[in-house]
């Protein structure tokens, strides 16, 4: 289960910075500015994030035995809203850690015993 929360958590950050970028940057560049170079380059590039986001993301609820609704629907769909992903990230991560505790990383387990 480790293995894919750290790779949840890491497509997470990818998706969110780059749906960041479509909506905050390029898409006013490609409406305000008229020049749509960024869009075309972003748009493609944030699409094949979020569909491994979205395998990656079944598969970490399916790993971790939640339920269809709320848990993994709210899960995949946190990739669609700007920051969303982000938000989403640190809530399955704690969520995570208090259900399975063995998927701690395990230096951080050694750190609580000290």
Not at 9 to 26: C, D, E, N, Q, S
Not at 42 to 57: A, D
Not at 73 to 101: K, M, N, Y
Request: with cysteine; charged share 15%; hydrophobic share 50%.
């Amino acid at each position: 289960m480790n293995a894919a929360l750290k790779r949840f958590r890491i497509v997470a950050w990818i998706v969110g910075t780059f749906l960041i970028g479509l909506v905050f940057v390029a898409m006013p560049l490609k409406y305000i500015g008229h020049n749509d170079v960024l869009v075309t380059v972003i748009s493609p590039i944030h699409g094949l994030c979020y569909m491994v986001y979205l395998v990656l993301g079944f598969h970490l609820a399916q790993q971790a035995g939640w339920k269809f609704w709320p848990h993994t629907v709210g899960l995949l769909l946190g990739g669609t809203v700007p920051v969303g992903s982000f938000f989403v990230e640190r809530w399955a991560h704690r969520r995570i850690l208090e259900e399975h505790p063995q998927a701690a990383d395990p230096k951080i387990r050694q750190e609580e015993r000290v």
